[in-house]
C-alpha cells in the first residue's frame, strides 16, 4: 500500500514538474514523500497506542467509570515548564497544614536584609523584571537560613519558589538541612547535613549528599540549564527518616530512610556553595513556607465532618488554582470517591488584606473553582457540591504575621 502511494504521488509531481527534468530533484522529492508518510503513519499508531493506555490508566486507577481520564488531568495541570507527563497520580505531594513560618518578603525594603533571617555573609530583597513579587538574592559562598526559633517536628513540609538567571554564571544552588542551630555563628563543616543541589555547571541534573564536598551527590536527570530564567516551585516532604524532593510536579527524590529524624531539624538553610572563579550572579528565593503534616483529609471529613486545608495555593488576588494544588485535590476526589453518598459544601477563607466585600467575592470563587475542578477533572457529581465564602470573616488565626495570614487563607470542605 504504501509502495503504491508513493508510486501515485511520484507521477503527480513528474506530470507537475515535467519542465525540470533534473533527476536529482525528483530524487529529494521522493524522499521527502516517503518520510511525510512514514511520519503520518507514526502519528495514527501513538494516537492507537495511546488510546489502550489511557483504558490501562484507568484499570489501574480503579475508576473505570471516570469520564476524566488521567491524560485529561495532566491536561488541566500542564504548567509554562512543560512539566505534565510527571503530573497526575505521581504528584502525591500534600502540603503541611500548620504553618510554622511563611515569608513572601512583601513587606521588606527592597535592599535589605529581611529581618526574620539570618546570613553569614550577605543577601538582600530584589524584585526581578517581569516577575511577580519580592525576592531575596543568595550571593556567592553565602548560607541564608529563616529564624525558626523551634525545632522542626517529625512530620513537616518545605515549599519555596527558586529562580536563576540564564546566561550567566552562577553558584550552586543548595538547600537543605543540618544539625547546627545557627549557621552565621557555627561552621556546617564537619556537622551532620543533609542537602540537594544543583550544579552550577553545564549537567542537568539535581542531587543530594551528606557531604560538603562536591563531586559526591547522588543524582537525577533534571533540565536544570532549561529551567533557568524560569520560576521553580520546589516542595521537599519529610515522614520520619522519609524525604521527598518535587520540582515543580516531577518527583525527583523518595528516599525511605535518608533523613535522620533526631539530628536534621533544627536548621532549614539555602546555601551559595563556592566558585571560583567568582560567578557574576547568585539565585532567589520566594515565597518560602514550612508547614506541619497533621492528619489526612479522609479522617478529618469522614470523623469530624469538617476538613480545613492551607494546601490548595491560588494567585494573588485570583480565584486561579496554582498546579502544585493537585496532590491536595486528589486526595479530596479519592475521598469523595470512596464515599459516593457524602455531600460537601467548599467554603473559601481569605486573610485581612483588601476590602471585606471583595475579600467575601473572591473566597467565594474560589471555592467555585475548587467545585469545577473537582467536577471536570475528578468526575465528582455536581449535585454533591455546593460552594460559599466567607472571606476574613472567620479566621483561623491571627493577620498580623505572615503565618497567621496564610493560615487563614484556606479552604474548608464540610460535610452535609
Known amino acids: 500500500m504504501k509502495n503504491y502511494i508513493i508510486t501515485a504521488l511520484m507521477l503527480f509531481c513528474i506530470v507537475a514538474f515535467a519542465q525540470n527534468s533534473h533527476a536529482q530533484i525528483l530524487k529529494k522529492l521522493e524522499k521527502k514523500i516517503e518520510r511525510k508518510i512514514n511520519q503520518r503513519i507514526d502519528r495514527k499508531t501513538d494516537k492507537t497506542i495511546d488510546k489502550g493506555l489511557d483504558k490501562v490508566e484507568e484499570g489501574i486507577d480503579g475508576r473505570p467509570g471516570n469520564q476524566t481520564s488521567t491524560s485529561a488531568q495532566k491536561n488541566k495541570y500542564t504548567n509554562d515548564n512543560n512539566q505534565a507527563d510527571y503530573v497526575s497520580s505521581k504528584f502525591d505531594f500534600i502540603p503541611g497544614e500548620k504553618v510554622l513560618f511563611f515569608d513572601d518578603f512583601i513587606h521588606e525594603a527592597k535592599g535589605d536584609f529581611p529581618v526574620r533571617w539570618n546570613t553569614n555573609g550577605s543577601g538582600e530583597i530584589v524584585t526581578i523584571l517581569n516577575l511577580k513579587g519580592n525576592w531575596l538574592k543568595i550571593p556567592d559562598n553565602t548560607i541564608s537560613f529563616p ?234 457529581m455536581a449535585s454533591r457540591l455546593t460552594v460559599d465564602g466567607k472571606g476574613a470573616s472567620d479566621p483561623a488565626s491571627n493577620n498580623t504575621s505572615p503565618e497567621g495570614k496564610a493560615a487563614n487563607r484556606r479552604v474548608e470542605f464540610i460535610k452535609m
Open 147 to 380: 529564624e525558626l526559633r523551634t525545632v522542626l517536628p517529625e512530620n513537616f513540609t518545605v515549599e519555596f519558589d527558586l529562580f536563576y538567571s540564564t546566561g550567566i554564571t552562577r553558584p550552586p544552588v543548595t538547600f537543605g538541612f543540618t544539625e547546627v542551630n545557627n549557621p552565621a555563628k557555627t561552621t556546617i563543616q564537619h556537622k551532620k547535613l543533609f542537602y540537594f543541589h544543583i550544579p552550577a555547571t553545564i549537567k542537568d541534573n539535581v542531587g543530594y549528599s551528606t557531604s560538603l564536598y562536591s563531586g559526591r551527590e547522588i543524582t537525577q536527570s533534571w533540565p536544570a540549564n532549561k529551567m533557568a530564567g524560569k520560576v521553580i516551585h520546589v516542595s521537599i516532604a519529610v515522614n520520619k527518616n522519609r524525604i521527598r524532593l518535587y520540582m515543580d510536579e516531577r518527583k525527583i527524590f523518595d528516599l525511605p530512610k535518608a533523613f535522620d529524624p533526631n539530628i536534621l531539624r533544627n536548621n532549614f538553610h539555602f546555601r551559595a556553595a563556592p566558585l571560583i572563579p567568582k560567578p557574576n550572579d547568585g539565585f532567589y528565593v520566594s515565597n518560602l513556607r514550612i508547614a506541619e503534616a497533621g492528619l489526612d483529609a479522609r479522617s478529618q471529613l469522614l470523623n469530624n465532618g469538617k476538613y480545613s486545608t492551607t494546601g490548595i495555593y491560588f494567585e494573588t488576588g485570583s480565584a486561579n488554582i496554582k498546579p502544585q494544588s493537585y496532590g491536595m485535590l486528589k486526595e479530596i476526589a479519592d475521598v469523595l470517591d470512596e464515599t459516593p453518598n457524602m455531600k460537601v459544601k467548599i467554603v473559601g477563607h481569605t486573610d485581612s488584606d483588601g476590602g471585606m466585600g471583595l475579600n467575601i467575592e473572591l473566597s467565594r470563587k474560589r471555592a467555585a473553582a475548587v467545585k469545577t475542578t473537582l467536577e471536570k477533572e475528578f468526575g465528582i
